[in-house]
């Protein structure tokens, strides 16, 4: 008799074993731009949602919208980039909807609503699997789709530079207005406007300059972009010749950082990955604890 109690007591110490790795490995929950919500604004802020993010296989993705006036899909990569919402590899056409990363690598997710995805709505996430080595999460690489959007543009512009801006004609423009009209995303009367893309503006002048995108709501989600533009005097090249034209930040993500979990010089430090040496420390020794416990039963 006394032999099956201590089989019992073996048995309930393995099961809280058992429980207790489970709690410590559970899948995380990432709600895609926190309380933003799935919506259409720049590029550069689903980039960097994603940029400090350790994405793991279990994890789940929620994209909070209105039904009917987005969805989400996730897509190739050939998809993505050319924002092609006809050969989905799966789509929610109801919001919140919660998607499951069942495979590691790099997951694409676009809105398949007219303009939105070439607007910045789309994701581009790399999940790690088990034996990558511990680091954080890392965008996968895509060639530039630049559209006119947030104000994360270069530095340093000078006079003759030359703005590029990206977009699929009838789908966007781009308009330069007054600071009155930029602030009030009024299209009415442009300084000039350029509705064939891709558009390239040279900055003839010093100062402030001012651009949105005249399509109905685009300017009010974020597609508008005001840069300052110095004198030759203040920047001059080695040559005396323009610099080259700027392209403005589209869904280019950061690239992979070379070799498995290498060094990120300059960059801000990621998240303390999940499985650190604390955790291990705290998990060992709560699972000597109730080992411990079992063993005191026995005895």
Known sequence: M????????????????????????????????DGQGWRVTSQDAYRNWAANKDFEV???????????????????????DSCNGNNTISLEFNGPARIRLNTSGDHYFICTFTGHCNAGQKLAIRVRSDDDAVSPSRPPTSPPRTTPGSRDTPDNYTVLDSQ?????????????????????????NPISIQRNGPATIRLNSTGNHYFICTFPGHCNAG?????????????????????????????????????????????????????????????????????????????
Do not use: W
């Open 164 to 188: 590029v801006f990206n977009f699929p004609t009838q789908q966007h423009d781009v308009a330069e207005v007054t600071k009155a009209a930029f602030d009030s995303c009024s299209g009415t």
């Open 58 to 80: 279990g994890d789940v993705l929620i994209f909070n919208f209105i039904t009917n006036q987005h969805d989400v899909a996730e897509v190739t990569k050939e998809a993505f």
């Open 2 to 33: 006394a032999a099956y109690d201590h089989m019992g007591l073996i048995s309930f110490a393995i099961v809280l074993v058992s429980a207790f790795i489970h709690g410590a490995t559970a899948a995380d929950n990432y709600t895609v731009l």
């Open 223 to 299: 597609q508008k972009l005001a840069i300052t533009v110095g004198s030759n005097d203040d920047a001059v090249s080695p040559s005396g010749s323009p610099s080259p034209p700027r392209t403005t930040p589209g869904s280019a993500l950061p690239p992979q950082t070379p070799g498995v979990g290498g060094a990120n010089p300059g960059g801000p430090s990621g998240p303390t990955p999940r499985n650190s040496a604390q955790s291990i420390a705290v998990s060992s020794l709560s699972i000597a604890a109730l080992m411990s416990l079992a063993i005191a039963f026995l005895h």
